[in-house]
């Protein structure tokens, strides 16, 4: 199994071109299923589709959820598809296996106010505080994922243009608009607190590391930024850097924005992805509605 999963791992990181933490959820999932097919003393070769969906039961009454239950039948189907295709097994078992039917979360996002409480919460008098400023405007003011963030080059900006570049999943670069706000913030911290963080050593990185002297901010790192300044302001809902993704991409449509500009903006492949934005204003709709007409 282990050279099975090798190959294929390397088949979805060279010529699929996933991201390092998608190999490594689909790395996660195919080990899961060599320890269920080890439990019925079988190979992952020989698990029949009754087998497979014994594995997905079993994972259903772990209480895993639907939509985590549904990433790795994906997983799964797209393992068996590639040993059909080279021919390391015969029949492919993993044919339309079903998934649990995951339910609709609609995505958190903040208000404009507590977005503004965020952007001041950062000390912009310290090279740190000026760092996590240019940080949280340049992620609010461009919807990216906190992964483009964390591995932006200062190459990547074109900020007198109003624009960075940046690439997305599947290794594909997108242009993304950058309003006249950030752009003022990313500079203060490039000719100000930058170099400070840098000291004598190079990184090829944009945000860099305060603690270390130079590496590149993870995305944990940057995640555990926001947590703290989110506590710090005692806001109510968990921060995350995907929750201001979702701030960006609502407050926009919010705003009579295009949804296929907000789309393109987000890097998403399929347009069905970037609409469940529009159920966010359904539900608020239907709130002013029944809150405000009189035959409500």
């Known amino acids: 199994m282990s050279a099975r999963v090798d190959q294929y791992l390397s088949h979805l990181r060279y010529e699929r071109r996933l991201a390092d933490h998608t190999l490594e959820s689909y790395a996660r999932d195919l080990v899961e299923l060599g320890r269920f097919a080890a439990t019925r003393d079988d190979a992952v070769e020989r698990l029949t589709r009754q087998g497979l969906e014994a594995f997905v039961r079993a994972m259903m009454s772990e209480g895993r959820s639907p939509r985590s239950v549904a990433r790795t039948v994906a997983c799964v189907r797209g393992f068996y598809r590639f040993l059909t295709l080279h021919q390391h097994i015969t029949d492919n078992p993993a044919v339309d296996l079903q998934a649990p039917r995951a339910w609709k979360v609609l995505p958190k996002f903040l208000s404009v106010e507590d977005v503004d409480r965020l952007l001041r919460a950062p000390d912009v008098t310290t090279p740190r ?127 009579g924005a295009d949804l296929r500009a907000i789309q393109m903006m987000l890097g998403h492949a399929d347009l069905s992805t970037t609409q469940i934005y529009t159920h966010i204003l359904d539900t608020r709709m239907r709130a002013l509605y029944e809150r405000f007409h009189p035959r409500a």
């Open 129 to 255: 505080g000026l760092r996590d400023r240019a940080l949280i405007e340049l992620l609010y003011a461009t919807g990216l994922r906190v992964s483009e963030l964390v591995e932006l080059k200062p190459q990547d900006l074109h900020l007198e243009a109003g624009y960075l570049t940046t690439i997305g999943k599947g290794r594909k670069q997108r242009l993304v608009p950058v309003g006249a706000e950030a752009a003022e913030w990313v500079n203060r911290y490039l000719n100000e607190a930058r170099p400070k963080l840098v000291g004598t050593r190079t990184s090829p990185r944009l945000f860099v590391n305060a603690r270390r002297g130079g590496p590149g901010i993870t995305r944990v790192g940057f995640w555990k930024i926001l947590k703290g300044y989110g506590q710090t302001l005692g806001l109510s809902r968990q921060i995350s850097p995907h929750v201001l993704r979702h701030s960006f991409a609502t407050h926009l449509l919010e705003r």
